[in-house]
C-alpha cells in the first residue's frame, strides 16, 4: 500500500493534490470531498481550518 510508504507531510501533499474542494456540514455531521480535476492547477485561496 502506497500510504505506507510516504511520510506523514508526503500523505498531506497527496491528500491536498486530490481533493478539489471539502464541504462540513457540522449540523448535518456530513463530509462532501469533491476530487480535483486530473491536470488541476494547485488551489488558490484555500482556507484551513483547525479542529
Same mark, same amino acid.
Given at each position: 500500500?502506497?500510504?505506507?510508504?510516504?511520510?506523514?507531510?508526503?500523505?498531506? +501533499? %497527496?491528500?491536498? $493534490? %486530490? $481533493?478539489?474542494? !471539502?464541504?462540513?456540514?457540522?449540523?448535518?455531521?456530513?463530509?462532501? !470531498? @469533491? %476530487? *480535483? @480535476?486530473?491536470?488541476?492547477? *494547485?488551489? %488558490?485561496? +484555500?482556507?484551513? !481550518?483547525?479542529?
Amino acid at each position: 500500500m502506497i500510504r505506507n510508504a510516504l511520510t506523514v507531510i508526503n500523505r498531506g +501533499r %497527496l491528500l491536498r $493534490a %486530490l $481533493a478539489g474542494l !471539502v464541504v462540513v456540514s457540522e449540523a448535518a455531521g456530513q463530509v462532501d !470531498v @469533491h %476530487l *480535483a @480535476h486530473a491536470g488541476e492547477a *494547485a488551489a %488558490l485561496g +484555500r482556507e484551513e !481550518v483547525a479542529a
